[in-house]
């Protein structure tokens, strides 16, 4: 039996996460900004699961949870880093305060949360962390930029965790999601459409949210989840679990192109070096 922390539970992959936990009998602390959003849950399984009210955008309030959770708990075996949310608009159709609730929820509230967590994972002797970013952190897209920024920036904070706290039996994963059944794209926040932008690749990828049918997507949430869960179980962690046939083949596309690039500057790259060096 594992102890989870998850936050954002009310939907998607960190509903998905919390029943299939709950239902092979682990325990859940599960987060979310509604309250009584897992009253189902909590009545089935009673003390197995801890329910807490949280948003991820107030660092005092992560504190306070985190701290809660592991008092209550004791040991947590997983701290999941689900809740976030899409931002959808040309970077200069979002407003100043749409920019900012993205990154303080996708960024700076996931960080928050690690940061909390930390100590205790410490002082208990390593622990997982499992990080949602999307194949939107390898691969980016017109009218996502700033969706895009803050899950490339947790792509490269990851990373370099990964590396401070490997000397304390902790370790990471980057869970790289494609297209999948659920509500993310229901419940993105829109910036204000700009009329230059029509006829654009923006304007394009705005008609085709319009029109795409979230049942037609390739991934499925629930064998999505149960991936999550087994590479939290395995002894050695994945830095990055790319999950779904379009984030394999984008994601794939896209790490090519950019090393035939990097090849491409080989040259140039050794020419700057102070002393030119032959290669």
Do not use: C
């Not at 998850?6 to 960190?14: E, H, N, V, W």
């Not at 930390?118 to 996502?144: C, D, K, N, W």
């Not at 659920?182 to 029109?211: A, L």
């Not at 049942?215 to 991936?227: I, S, W």
């Amino acid at each position: 039996m594992k102890t989870w922390f998850i936050t954002g539970t009310s939907s998607g992959f960190g509903r998905s996460l919390t029943e299939l936990l709950l239902e092979r009998g682990d325990r859940v602390a599960a987060t979310f900004r509604k309250d009584n959003a897992l009253n189902d849950l909590k009545d089935r399984y009673g003390e197995q699961l801890w329910v807490a009210t949280l948003d991820v955008t107030d660092n005092q309030a992560i504190r306070t949870v985190v701290d809660q959770a592991f008092k209550d708990l004791g040991n947590i075996d997983v701290v999941v880093n689900n809740a976030g949310y899409g931002l959808f608009g040309a970077a200069e159709e979002v407003s100043d305060e749409q920019i900012t609730h993205q990154f303080n929820t996708n960024v700076i509230g996931s960080i928050q949360v690690i940061r909390a967590a930390l100590p205790y994972l410490r002082a208990q002797g390593g622990g997982r962390i499992i990080q949602l970013s999307s194949m939107g952190g390898q691969v980016a897209f017109p009218a996502l930029s700033l969706y895009h920024a803050t899950k490339w920036a947790m792509e490269g904070f990851i990373e370099a965790l990964v590396q401070e706290v490997a000397p304390f039996n902790i370790q990471a994963t980057l869970v790289e999601p494609g297209s999948a059944r659920t509500k993310f794209n229901g419940s993105m926040i829109t910036g204000e459409p700009m009329s230059e932008y029509e006829n654009t690749p923006v304007g394009y990828i705005r008609q085709m949210s319009q029109q795409a049918a979230t049942e037609n997507f390739p991934g499925d949430p629930e064998k999505m989840a149960q991936t999550i869960i087994v590479a939290a179980d395995s002894d050695k962690a994945p830095l990055r679990l790319t999950l779904g046939s379009d984030a394999y083949e984008l994601v794939h596309k896209n790490l090519v192109l950019r090393i035939i690039e990097l090849e491409e500057q080989k040259e140039v790259a050794y020419s700057t070096d102070y002393n030119i060096k032959a290669f």
